[in-house]
């Protein structure tokens, strides 16, 4: 236990996310790596909620990042194979995520954010969350939860409890 203590954690990494709304032109920047992911959820004439995802950055199923998982697996088939699949099935090394921070040792991982630029309307809710949510929640809750005036611990209960969920799960 004391040699594990004293070992350094350059295999460790972390995600995240940051979000930024610009009040004068409506804007919310998205800066995202890891699991950690944003969705908007708008509220529609018709009574639904559209989800509008504000970082998409679990996706081996992008040509770049499957490219990057191909090498890292040293499995060049993987470049074609895993854009056409269902990219939160997709592990390399074990993870599935494609962008952390300070994991250096695992090529197939960037520490380069995904950053995206959407328009906020008034009734707009941003939510954002680890994989313990996004994992056991499906859209359509989250929009129902949201919907009905939910904040982020009533999503994370729903993760919880609910979902009956099975990792650790933060919501804003």
């Given amino acids: 236990q004391k040699e594990k203590l004293n070992t350094p954690h350059q295999t460790d990494g972390s995600t995240a996310v940051l979000c930024y709304v610009d009040h004068a032109t409506h804007a919310v920047y998205t800066a995202a790596l890891g699991d950690t992911e944003a969705r908007l959820y708008r509220p529609l004439e018709d009574r639904t909620m559209r989800t509008i995802p504000l970082s998409c950055v679990r996706n081996w199923s992008s040509p770049k990042d499957a490219i990057r998982a191909a090498a890292a697996k040293n499995n060049p088939e993987i470049a074609n194979i895993?854009?056409?699949?269902?990219?939160?099935?997709?592990?390399?090394?074990?993870?599935?995520?494609?962008?952390?921070?300070?994991?250096?040792?695992?090529?197939?991982?960037?520490?380069?954010?995904?950053?995206?630029?959407?328009?906020?309307?008034?009734?707009?809710?941003?939510?954002?969350?680890?994989?313990?949510?996004?994992?056991?929640?499906?859209?359509?809750?989250?929009?129902?939860?949201?919907?009905?005036?939910?904040?982020?611990?009533?999503?994370?209960?729903?993760?919880?409890?609910?979902?009956?969920?099975?990792?650790?799960?933060?919501?804003?």
Avoid: M
């Fill in 82 to 172: 895993w854009p056409k699949k269902n990219a939160k099935s997709l592990r390399v090394q074990g993870l599935n995520v494609s962008r952390s921070l300070g994991d250096g040792h695992n090529t197939a991982v960037s520490s380069k954010p995904k950053i995206t630029v959407n328009q906020v309307r008034p009734g707009d809710c941003v939510v954002v969350a680890c994989d313990g949510l996004w994992d056991f929640v499906f859209d359509h809750e989250v929009s129902r939860i949201v919907e009905n005036g939910g904040d982020g611990g009533s999503l994370t209960d729903y993760a919880i409890y609910g979902a009956k969920g099975l990792d650790n799960t933060s919501v804003i």
